[in-house]
C-alpha cells in the first residue's frame, strides 16, 4: 500500500494518515490568518495530557493558558515572520494538564489557499532530551568552573601518534590566548630548565614502562609568571600490558607550594636555632663550670698550702681565673645581645662606607703586615641591614684574615659583594694559613674551637659572626685549603 | 708512679700538679696542652721506659681534642708495650660527651673537673694494685 500518489494523498491514506500523526506523540496546530480561525489535532491536546476538546481551541487559551509567558514574543515573531524565511523549529514551553511546563518543539510553515493565508506546525514534546541537555550544559559548567577554581588543566597523549589533546584549563595555565596545537616538547619547554629533564623522563617513563608519576615542579608560563605546579600522569593501557595514552593533569599550585617552602624553611630555621641555643646553654655551663671549678680548685690549694711562694703563684692563677671569668661573661654577653639586637632597625648600610672605617681602625696591624686590601662592593653597594651587624662581621673577616695570615708571603686579602636574584652574598677571600677542612670544617664556627697555635685565638669572633648572619636568616659557608688561603661565602639576605 | 695530663688549660694543670704534690702520691706527673704534642711523645721510642701508667685527658682542646687524641690512641696503643689507663675530664655536663667517652673501650671512666682528691686517690689506689699484679703475675711466670 502506498501512502501519496505523488503529493496527493487519496481520501484512504489521508485518514489512514491523520490516525498515525494522531498516535506518534506529536500536535499539529493549524492558523487562518484572514479568518482567524484554529484547529488542533487531537495529538495536540494529547501531547498534552487533555482529552480532545477538554479545553478549548482558542488563540487566547493557546496564548494565555498554554504557551510559558517568556517564550510568547519567540513564538509571535516567527508567526509575524517573513514566508520567504525557512524558520527554524522552535523550542517554547507549554502548560501541560499534569505535570506543569514542558518544552515542546513546534514546526512554523505557511500555505495559501482559497480561504487565506494558513500558517501551521507540528509539536513534538522534546522535555527529557531538553531536561538531558540543560542537565548537560549545567554540569559543563559545573565542571569547568570546579576545574578553574582548581586551577586544574587535563591532557592526554595518544601514544601512537603522539598528539595531544589539552584542555581549555590547560591553556589558562600556560596562559596561551589561543588555544594553539602544541607538541609535547613544547609542552616540556615551559617547565624550568633544572625540571625539564625530570617531566620528561616521567612521561617517558609511563609511555614505556607504564609508570604513573606525581611531580611539584617549577613551570614558567607565556607571561612570564614562574609557577610551582603538581604534574600527574597515567598510564591507559591496551589488553597487552602496553601504553597507549597517557593521561594527566596539571595543577597550579603555587599558593600552598610556597607556603610549604616558606614554612619548611622556617622549620629549618628553628631547629638550627634550637641546636644552637642548646649549644649554647652548654657552652655556657662549661665555660662558666669550668671557671668555677678552678676557682674553687685553687682556693682550696691556696688553704694548704703554706709556702709563701706557692700561696704567691696560686693567687696568681686566681687572678687569671678572674679575669677569664669575666671574659667568658663578657663573651656570653655579646651573644645574649646579638639575640636582642635582631629587633633592632635595619638601615641601609653602604658597604664601602663600613669597610673604609674598618680598615682604618685596623690600619696598624695592616701596616706592620704589609697587607694589601682590595674590594669591589659596585655590584652590590648597599644593604638593608642591622649596621652594628655589618660592622661587627666586616671586622671579624678582616681581623681573622690578618691574625691567621701566613708569615712566608704578604697577605692579601679580597672582599666583593654580588646581587643574585633576591639574595645579596659577600665574598672574603685570603690568602692566609688556611685550615685543613677535613678535620676541623664542621668545627669552624663552634665558640671556643681554635686550630692554631695562635696565643691571640679566642674562638669567639667566627662565633659571634655566624650568630649574627644567621640570625638575620643568611647563611656562611668556609672553603679552605692549608697554605694557600680561605674564602668565605656569605649570603647576607 | 707516671701520670700524665693533657689539657690546654694552664690553671687546671697547675693546680693538678700541686694537688698530687701535696698529697704525696708520689707520682711523676708530665703534662702536654694538646692531644697532638701527647701522641707525639708517646709514639717516640726514646721515651718508651717512661710510659705513663694513668692519662688523664681532657676534651675541648685545640689541634687535637679528646676524641681524636682517642681515635689516635687507639692505633697506636699496640706499639706502646704497656697498658695506659685512660680516664676523660671534662667540665662539661652534656650527656651527649658523658654517653660518648663510655662508649670508647679504651676509657676507663668519665670524671666531672676538677678531679677530687678522693677520686684521685681511687683511681691511683686501683692502678697501683693491678700493677702490682701485673708485677707478681710477672714473677709467676
Known sequence: MSFSDGHKFSEDSKQHLAQIIDNINAGIWEYNVTTKNIKWSVGFYTVLGYEPDEIECSNHTFFEHLLYHQDKPAFLSALNSQ?????????????????????????????????????????????????????????????SEALKIAKLGSWELNALTMGLSLSKQFYDIYELQNHVKLSLDEVISFFEPPHRPVIKNAIDNALEYCQPYDLELLFRSAKNNVIWVRAKGIPIINDFGKCITVRGIIQDIDNKKRKNLALESSLNLLTDQNRRLQNFAYIVSHNLRSHAGNLQFMVKLHDETELPDDKAEILSHIKSISDSLSATIEHLNEIVQIQTEITNERTVVDFEAVFKNIISALKSNIDTLEATITYDFSKCPQIHYIPAYMESILQNLLTNALKYSSPERKPVIKCHTIKERNHIYLFFEDNGIGIDMERYGDKMFGMYKTFHQNPDAKGIGLFITRNQIEALGGTIKVDSTVNIGTKFTIRLV | MGVCLIDDDQVYTFGFKKLINLRGLNSRVINFS????????????????????????????????????????????????????????????????????????????????????????????????????????????
Not at chain 2, 87 to 103: E, G, P, Q
Open chain 2, 34 to 141: 694538646d692531644g697532638n704534642q701527647a701522641i707525639t711523645w708517646l709514639t717516640n721510642p726514646l721515651n718508651g721506659h717512661d710510659l705513663p701508667d694513668v692519662i688523664f685527658l681532657d676534651i675541648n682542646m685545640p689541634n687535637m681534642d679528646g676524641w681524636d687524641f682517642m681515635r689516635e690512641f687507639a692505633e697506636i696503643k699496640s706499639q706502646l708495650g704497656k697498658k695506659i689507663t685512660i680516664y676523660m675530664l671534662s667540665s662539661s655536663i652534656n650527656l651527649n660527651d658523658i654517653y660518648r667517652a663510655k662508649k670508647i673501650t679504651d676509657v676507663a671512666d668519665y670524671i666531672f673537673k676538677p678531679i677530687n682528691e678522693y677520686q684521685l686517690n681511687a683511681i691511683f689506689n686501683g692502678i697501683k694494685s693491678e700493677i702490682g699484679n701485673q708485677t707478681f703475675k710477672n714473677g709467676t711466670i
Open chain 1, 83 to 143: 514566508p520567504s524565511n525557512s524558520t527554524k523549529p522552535l523550542q517554547i514551553r507549554l502548560l501541560t494538564k499534569t505535570s506543569g511546563y514542558h518544552w515542546f518543539e513546534s514546526t512554523v510553515k505557511r500555505y495559501n489557499d482559497e480561504t487565506g493565508q494558513i500558517i501551521y506546525g507540528v509539536v513534538i514534546n522534546i522535555n527529557q532530551y531538553k531536561q538531558a541537555q540543560i542537565q548537560a550544559a549545567h554540569n559543563d559548567l559545573f565542571y
